[in-house]
């Protein structure tokens, strides 16, 4: 059996990756190149049974070690996360019993998918000590496990029950787990490919951390999106029911127009072709009047149906809004919204606060943009829209910020890495327009140089260069009469 697996979802080709035992051998030697005779340190979760270390010198910077249930995997990347992991004695304990620990070896063992690493760190009274940590890569049964140099459990990942074939608690001696059937060798197999295939992987792992972490503000808005779909219906409804009554004013007409014909007490009578219900135990006059006030109840009640739609489907619209920006916004910008709003992961969907959500985000608050020869380059109009883009919107901190000097105006973003003195200088133009200035400085920076002041829409700077504008380009002017809607989907 291959490593390498292909099927077809959608008309499109999934590649599955996965090591047998005798290919992890292959793909440790590669690892070894990058991170043997380095330390690591710092071990956080970053999301859901996915653990980064902090690799020290030059070459990588991040080793990864994720215990998925489908594919457990290590490997190590040339970026460093730098972000909040979440709370977990587990780590704590990692972080005390192997902080800045050095890798003195990596190897296969037992013959199976085990990955064993030799470490070195100081002690508590300043001597070396050894380490072995343990990763078993087997699907659904994933584990970590760090010993001393006799094999004696320090922590486990899942250290399972005292009645468990293999407890893995505090002080007990550490056993392989049972063998089991693994693919056999491929020889087309490609270590480098292997770890292309795990750095291809790590868009997956950014998803679950913002569902782990934000997650509840998600089900927030959905629940608030399915609710208002619902009330849309029902609203609908009644205006469709009380459209069945317009005409009951000439009912009422009727009953005069045969005011001396209808017997006492009738529950109904004939009018051009038509029955007509009478309640027997009130007056014929009465019963006009109740049909009359029918009438003119279902033209005010269509009315007030129509007016509460449309408030609902603008509401509907600005939570849908909300939810794509939440969706597509970077961890940076969430964190900064769950404090502005005082929100908390521990908050249930229908709390108070959590409905802040909705008040925070709207259609209101996407920023604009204009295609600047295939240059995306997005600005805001008001506070809120400045805010969003600078503080939430899906941006990278590489991307070009720019802001005109001395002056309120527009956050300008030019969404692309390292952009050309030409796109530089049309955005500057495009700040000082929204200003409306005809010449000026504008300052320009990267994004990760920005943070949020005290008030909406208000950014400190911390360093900056300056482009100074003396004439304003006919380009700059055109490109604003064909402005649109960012589309936070890109």
Not at 40 to 48: D, E, G, K, L, V
Not at 50 to 68: M, Q
Not at 181 to 192: G, L, R, T, V, W
Not at 403 to 420: R, T, Y
Request: hydrophobic share 35%; with cysteine; proline share 3%.
């Amino acid at each position: 059996m291959k490593t390498l697996k292909q099927f077809s979802l959608n008309n499109d080709i999934i590649i599955l990756m996965r090591l047998s035992a005798r290919n992890l051998k292959t793909y440790i030697d590669l690892i070894k190149e990058k991170v043997l005779s380095k330390h690591i340190a710092r071990p956080f979760f970053y999301s859901t049974n996915t653990i980064f270390f902090h690799v020290s010198g030059k070459g990588d910077k991040r080793f990864v070690l994720s215990l998925d249930d489908s594919e457990p995997r290590f490997y190590s990347a040339p970026n460093e996360i730098d972000v909040r992991g979440k709370d977990s004695k587990f780590i704590d304990q990692l972080n005390k019993e192997m902080n800045n620990a050095y890798i003195v070896d990596m190897e296969a063992v037992n013959g199976d998918k085990i990955l064993k690493m030799s470490l070195t760190i100081i002690n508590s009274v300043f001597k070396e000590e050894g380490r072995t940590l343990y990763f078993e890569m087997i699907p659904r049964h994933s584990n970590l496990v760090l010993t001393d140099l006799n094999d004696k459990v320090i922590v486990a990942y899942r250290p399972g029950e005292l009645t468990d074939p293999r407890p893995l608690f505090k002080g007990m001696q550490y056993n392989y787990p049972p063998k089991l059937e693994f693919p056999e060798e491929d020889m087309n197999f490609s270590a480098q490919g292997y770890l292309d295939h795990c750095l291809s992987l790590e868009g997956q792992l950014t998803e679950r951390r913002k569902k782990d972490r934000f997650g509840y503000i998600l089900s927030a808005l959905k629940s608030k999106e399915k609710s208002l779909r619902r009330k849309i219906e029902s609203i609908a409804k009644d205006g469709e029911e009380a459209k069945t009554h317009l005409d009951d004013g000439r009912f009422g007409d009727a009953i005069y127009t045969c005011y001396s014909d209808i017997p006492a007490n009738a529950s109904s009578f004939e009018y051009e072709g038509e029955i007509i219900a009478l309640d027997p135990a009130k007056s014929l006059a009465k019963n006009a009047e109740l049909y009359y006030k029918k009438a003119k109840k279902a033209k005010q009640s269509i009315i007030m149906c129509e007016m509460y739609v449309e408030k609902s489907k603008k509401e509907l619209a600005d939570t849908i809004s909300a939810l794509e920006q939440i969706k597509y916004a970077d961890e940076q910008g969430l964190e900064t919204l769950e404090k502005e709003l005082g929100l908390s992961g521990k908050k249930t969907p229908g709390s108070k606060k959590i409905k802040g959500v909705f008040e925070g985000l709207s259609l209101a608050t996407i920023p604009y943009q204009i295609d600047y020869k295939g240059t995306r380059i997005l600005f805001g109009k008001t506070s809120k829209q400045n805010d969003c883009l600078t503080f939430l919107f899906g941006t990278t901190k590489t991307h070009i910020w720019l802001h005109v000097m001395g002056d309120s105006g527009s956050h300008i973003v030019i969404k692309k890495d390292s952009p050309s003195n030409d796109e530089i200088r049309i955005a500057a133009e495009i700040a000082l327009l929204n200003s409306n200035r005809v010449d000026g400085e504008v300052m320009y920076t990267l994004r990760k140089n920005v943070r949020k002041g005290n008030a909406l829409g208000q950014a400190i700077v911390k360093e900056f260069d300056i482009i100074r504008i003396n004439d304003i380009s006919d380009e700059a002017i055109e490109l604003l009469d064909h402005v649109t809607r960012a589309d936070i989907t890109k």
